[in-house]
């Protein structure tokens, strides 16, 4: 059973490959004072540190309520688990005495002019991403936690997702599964395996102006984005692959190649091959200096049940990573505003959050420096 060891500057679950399973759960904190709020930081360091090395839970006198859930039985297994601890804007206000020390760019998700955002499944003082091999992993994680944090956390809102698993190969640092659009997702994605870039794109530091605590950590950005799956079954090919610049079925640039060659825009400045509000061309135009404004997707597919006119409510539960929230996702999104794939998406959720720096070794908690 696959572990990702728990203590270390940076949280897993963002440079981790994604396993089949995520979800992302957004609470409330209770606590009232920052005592209450180290309190609830030491619980959740204690419980993931457990959760995601696995082990035995104590047999209680059976007069008090079981140690566990018990869904796995009385020993689990580390299935891969992660679970990574982000704070919204919220909690740097008055309740802890924290203003100060906001990040820099933390700020509440404004709406874009496509956005159709449903309060109840938007922002949030703390969102924790969850994702694991198996389902009944996320859900038993997230049960243990709920339980050791009465009076502290209440869930506001949740998304769950999947992904199909696609296995690492040495010449695709970043293995690409496809949404439910059909399309491959992930490809372009940053090199994860490359940590001077990964210092420079996804973690916070560098920036003289972000507090000293957040060092280590990253932005994290939840997007809810409803696709309009029916219609788009309906859409021709040609004009689905307009849409991302890409081919369905290969991956490959519209430009040619194969799925991780790089696009080519410098013949085609008028976007006869690949079209200038193709998804990908507008995301990223690979014109010099664009590079500081890229992203780390970690997205799962979600499909949620049906909605009152019978249409199926699915789309992506959208992650993305970065070291700077306003040169990474709030750049991209507005050069993204108006694209054509908007006629078959809707982003219906989300909130913007601040992943919090590691837990160096047993003896530090999550939000340590913070404190
Ligand atoms: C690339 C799908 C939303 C940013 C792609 C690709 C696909 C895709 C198929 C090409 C393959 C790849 O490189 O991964 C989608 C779908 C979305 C969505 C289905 C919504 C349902 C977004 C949003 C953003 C974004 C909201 C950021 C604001 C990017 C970026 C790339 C990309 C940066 C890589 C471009 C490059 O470097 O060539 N997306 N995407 N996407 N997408 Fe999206």
Redesign the pocket.
């Known amino acids: 059973q696959q572990s990702h060891p728990f203590h270390g500057r940076h949280q897993q679950g963002i440079l981790t490959p994604r396993p089949a399973t995520g979800m992302v759960v957004v609470c409330d904190v209770l606590a009232r004072d920052r005592a209450g709020l180290e309190r609830l930081l030491r619980i959740l360091t204690e419980r993931i540190a457990f959760l995601t090395q696995g082990g035995t839970y104590p047999k209680r006198d059976p007069s008090y309520p079981p140690a566990d859930s018990g869904i796995l039985g009385p020993t689990i297994a580390p299935d891969a688990l992660t679970v990574t601890v982000s704070l919204g804007a919220s909690v740097f206000d008055e309740r802890f005495g924290l203003a100060d020390a906001k990040p820099k760019h933390l700020q509440r998700m404004t709406g874009f002019p496509n956005d159709a955002l449903e309060p109840t499944r938007c922002h949030g003082d703390l969102s924790l991403q969850i994702c694991a091999n198996t389902h009944d992993t996320t859900i038993h994680a997230l049960r243990d936690i709920i339980k050791q944090t009465p009076g502290l956390l209440m869930v506001r809102w949740k998304q769950e997702g999947t992904v199909p698993v696609m296995p690492p190969s040495p010449d695709t640092p970043t293995p690409?599964a496809r949404?439910y659009?059909g399309?491959?997702?992930?490809?372009?994605?940053p090199n994860t395996d490359d940590d001077a870039l990964m210092d420079s794109l996804i973690w916070t530091g560098d920036d003289p102006d972000e507090p000293n605590w957040a060092r280590g950590g990253s932005y994290q950005v939840v997007?809810i984005?409803r696709?309009f799956v029916e219609r788009w079954d309906r859409a021709q090919l040609a004009e689905q692959e307009a849409i991302?610049g890409?081919r369905k079925e290969s991956?490959a640039p519209l430009s040619g190649g194969s799925e991780y060659d790089k696009?080519n825009y410098n013949d085609d400045a008028d976007g006869k091959i690949t079209p200038l509000d193709a998804?990908?061309r507008l995301?990223?135009p690979r014109t010099p200096g664009f590079e500081k404004h890229r992203?780390l997707?970690r997205p799962f597919n979600y499909s949620n049940g049906v909605e009152a006119n019978g249409q199926l409510d699915m789309?992506?539960l959208?992650i993305v990573y970065q070291a700077d929230l306003e040169a990474g996702?709030i750049t991209?999104?507005k050069r993204?505003n108006g694209e054509p794939l908007e006629e078959y998406?809707k982003p219906v959720g989300g909130g913007y959050f601040f992943t919090l720096p590691g837990a160096i070794d047993e003896h530090d908690f999550l939000g340590r420096t913070l404190l």
């Open positions: 690409s949404n659009l399309f491959r997702d992930g490809t372009a994605n997007r984005i696709n991302f890409r991956g696009p998804h990908i995301a990223n992203i997707r789309g992506l959208f996702f991209v999104q993204l998406i």
